[in-house]
């Protein structure tokens, strides 16, 4: 037990301390640091906003689209144009063979054979005319050959009728026409021969109503299937000559193995249906032409023919060879490919080395995300496509919000006809179908093609005319709130004009309402914009976005082929909206007053 001092002492102390008034609570100044803790709105919008961990993730994915957008464009060592190419060995045409069909020409020197006349000869080959006639010429051809045939221009000497078996002729002015000559023309009459010989001439006779014909022939031309070609440069003006194709042709048809030309001896090789032309001047055959029914066309114009070539796919056809090998023009034995093609075609191939555009390349160390079907990287489309998406979206919300917080703020504050008339306008501007509006602007733009840089302004600015009949509403319906509250009284009393107390005292306090539909409405923009692109109404080429790299994905091959072609479009486009959403709700809630978190 205590001693009785020291417990009346102890008591004596409790009681004064309970008499004792409560010590004065330290007061508390609003010194800058409180004053933002307590006063500052927008920290506590922030502070809200920062609690939400939706909202947090929205900003980081907005923060990294924005870098990837518009800072990965610039580092990357690519442009969004920029073409890659490839060498890929592959089988390219490098010529044509057929067998000729057609009768071929060889005009004499100082004659022509026109195209015309050609036209008639054939019509009178194939209905057994001797002669035809084609502007004022007239014309006769004998049969030299299996499909080689001399064509003639005849000219009239003299006439002869026939009487009790003599003849009276009648000669032509100027014309000479000797008696031997006549002797000539009735043995050949006798003979029921309408052409003959005479003194290495050749003359022939036509039945002109009771009376025949005589005129002279002088050859022109000759028509045959041959085809020619000469096994080096030099001997091809030889061989061009007409002279010397007819002494082949007519050696050829009378089966003679030798032929001589300007004192030059030939022989003649044969293979089959082709002939070998040897020159005999320096004592030993050199092979000089072939002769056969078949044409061969190089692909290129700047590529010769050689006959060493044409030698080789005929050796290849006659074995019945699908590659054959040959020397090129600078020497090289290079392997080529024959197939039929066509009844009587056959198409020659050769490896070449093409360089082509690198599209479609699958991912690599080159091109993350490999290549496009215009052989572009993916990667720096991808970025480049970002800025226009977002510019598209910003842009066009812009114009919403612009067009918007002015009619809907007049219509809020003044009210009466003028809101009536201003919300039935609105009314009729819902009832106007978007989607087909926008489409036929891309088919028009498409029709006048409208430069794509262009393009892209004229459709942020229809997307912004078409969508701010949303945010009209919503500010028109808060200012209907906001317009009975004191402190407009007040500017009112004040004397205030009516635009300062609508845009300086009315629209922000609705400005956190409208940065919230704002930050809402930017991922449909950008849904919008892509699904216009998507089909092909938005961007053209050479620009990209989202929806155009998407644009890929129209058949199944490329959607189960090429998943790298638009799933990482796709998804930047659902990352992006998901992003603009996660803020939008983290804004609104950050703005709503009764939220205490």
């Given amino acids: 037990m205590l001693p009785i001092n020291e417990a009346n002492t102890k008591a004596n102390n409790d009681i004064n301390r309970e008499a004792a008034p409560d010590p004065p609570e330290q007061s508390q100044r609003l010194d800058d640091e409180a004053r933002v803790k307590v006063l500052s709105p927008s920290m506590l919008v922030f502070k809200r906003f920062v609690r939400n961990r939706l909202a947090v993730v929205g900003a980081i994915i907005l923060i990294t689209m924005f870098l990837f957008s518009f ?37 004499a020197d100082g004659a022509s054979f026109p195209a015309s006349a050609r036209a008639q000869f054939i019509l009178a080959l194939n209905g057994g005319k001797a002669t035809f006639a084609v502007g004022g010429v007239n014309y006769t051809w004998s049969r030299r050959g299996e499909d080689l045939y001399s064509i003639y221009a005849t000219n009239e000497i003299a006439t002869a009728l026939s009487l009790a078996g003599e003849y009276a002729y009648t000669i032509k002015p100027g014309a000479d026409f000797p008696a031997e000559l006549q002797a000539a023309f009735e043995s ?67 089966g003679a193995d030798t032929l001589s030309y300007e004192g030059i001896n030939y022989s003649i090789g044969r293979a089959g249906d082709v002939d070998i032309v040897y020159d005999l001047s320096s004592g030993t055959p050199v092979e000089f032409a072939i002769v056969s029914p078949y044409i061969v066309q190089m692909a290129s114009p700047d590529v010769r023919l050689t006959v060493e070539f044409k030698d080789a796919i005929l050796d290849a056809l006659r074995a019945k060879q699908s590659l054959f090998t040959s020397r090129d023009a600078d020497g090289a034995e290079r392997e080529y490919q024959i197939a039929l093609s066509m009844p009587n075609q056959y198409t020659i191939k050769r490896e070449t080395v093409a360089q082509m555009y690198d599209t479609e390349a699958r991912p690599s160390w080159s091109h993350w995300l490999g290549t496009d079907s215009n052989g572009m990287d993916m990667l720096t489309r991808l970025m480049y496509g970002g800025r226009i998406s977002l510019m598209v979206g910003f842009v066009v919300v812009l114009i919403e919000l612009f067009i918007g917080v002015i009619i809907g703020g007049v219509s809020g504050y003044f009210g009466g006809a003028i809101d009536l008339l201003l919300m039935r306008f609105i009314d009729l501007f819902n009832c106007i179908p978007q989607w087909p509006i926008l489409i036929i602007m891309g088919s028009v733009m498409d029709t006048l093609e409208i430069d794509p840089y262009v393009r892209i302004f004229l459709l942020m600015l229809s997307l912004g005319l078409l969508g701010w009949t949303g945010i009209a509403r919503v500010v028109r319906g808060q200012i209907l709130t906001l317009r009975e509250q004191d402190f407009m009284i007040a500017a009112e009393a004040t004397g205030i004009r009516v635009s300062a107390r609508i845009f ?20 449909g923009v950008i849904i919008t914009e892509a699904t216009l692109s998507f089909l092909g109404m938005g961007l053209k080429y050479p620009l990209a976005s989202w929806g155009t790299i998407i644009n890929a994905a129209t058949n199944i091959y490329t959607m189960t082929n090429f998943w790298y072609l638009w799933i990482p479009a796709g998804m930047l486009i659902l990352i992006t909206v998901l992003g603009f959403n996660f803020v939008g709700d983290g804004l609104r809630d950050a703005f709503d007053p009764k939220m205490k978190r």
């Fill in 71 to 107: 800072v990965g464009g610039v580092i990357s060592p690519y442009s969004q144009s920029q073409t890659f190419y490839k060498n890929e060995v592959m089988w390219k045409e490098y010529a044509n063979l057929a067998v000729n069909n057609e009768l071929r020409y060889a005009e």
């Fill in 188 to 254: 050949a009459q006798a003979l029921n021969q309408d052409a003959f010989d005479w003194n290495g001439a050749m003359y022939t006779a036509a039945r002109a109503g009771k009376s025949l014909s005589i005129s002279s022939a002088r050859e022109i031309a000759l028509a045959t299937m041959r085809v020619f070609d000469a096994y080096e440069p030099e001997f091809e003006r030889t061989i061009a000559a007409y002279d010397f194709r007819r002494a082949v042709e007519f050696a050829l048809a009378e």
């Fill in 504 to 523: 300086r005292h009315l629209v922000p306090n609705v400005m956190p309402l409208l940065i919230v539909q704002a930050t809402l409405s930017l991922g």
